[in-house]
């Protein structure tokens, strides 16, 4: 489940060996040419002993359309035993990697929504919240959600939906999580944290070539994720994966202006996976291609 993508988190899905758990039936990147939103629809196998899944950023959300199961889902030591349930959708935590396990029955089926994290930091710019504390959502939408409910299954069969559609519903998803289910944490003065965010973003400027996480990030500064993250938005205007991206353009730029590189070469400089994914990063910050940035 990795694509060519400058905006999903997917990265840490390297490796993941998706056939051992699941047959993909849908895919709204490859069979509906979405970027704004990512849709699959999934039948799993009865049995898992040990399901590992990733951490990454974006919000992640689950919804069992069939079958039953008994669920135990660990995370940093601590398991949680759950159900399986048709119609009951769950939000997976961002940046938090989980071990699940599960016996259930032969016709578990699902659909599972990935929102951009870019998407819902734009969605809490407009609302003028800060970081939202994702445990009390996910706790909030596991209460059940009717609305949430029909939004998700009907994105698993979208029909012949386009791009704005897909854009739209990501929006749509953003708002209302964070609107019916997030807490938004007050925001509050980052002086005293301002040597961090300086260590942070000397951390960034250091590690431009290489792949960073935010659990990296809060470590090397010594704050947890969250706080990290509210400390370094209300010093910069910018999430710390914004930050990083816009330095890595900005480098790009640079190479671009100052070298004939091709973007192939480019690209692994300034930490992007592939040419594909420098542009795509290029055009959403700068408003022009490479090339056309070069030729000016």
Known sequence: MVFDSARFDLRPYTGFETDRFVRRTFCSWEDAGWRSLLVQRFEHIPVAEELALPAAADLHLVLPVSGRAELETRAGGRAVRDRWLPGRVQLGLP???????????????SVQVHIPRDTVDSAVARLGGDVPDF????????????????????????????????????AFLATHLL???????????????????????????????????????????????????????AATGRTPHRFLTELRVEEAKRLLRETDLALERIAPRCGFASAGALSAAFVRHVGARPSAYRNS
């Not at 990697?97 to 089926?109: E, L």
């Not at 009907?154 to 990501?170: F, I, K, R």
């Not at 301002?194 to 973003?201: I, K, L, N, Q």
């Open 179 to 233: 609107t019916r289910h997030g807490r938004l944490r007050p925001g509050g003065s980052p002086g005293r944290e301002d040597a961090r965010v300086r260590a942070a973003v000397a951390f960034l400027r250091e590690r431009l070539a290489e792949p960073v996480t935010l659990a990296d990030l809060a470590g090397e500064v010594h704050l947890s994720v969250y706080h990290l993250v509210r400390v370094f938005r």
């Open 95 to 109: 940046h938090q990697a989980v071990v699940r396990r599960y016996r259930g029955d032969a016709d578990m089926r």
């Open 135 to 170: 445990e009390a959502m996910a706790a909030s939408v596991a209460a059940g959600d009717p609305l949430l409910e029909a939004a998700v299954r009907a994105l698993g069969s979208p029909g012949g939906a386009d791009e704005l559609y897909a854009e739209s519903a990501a």
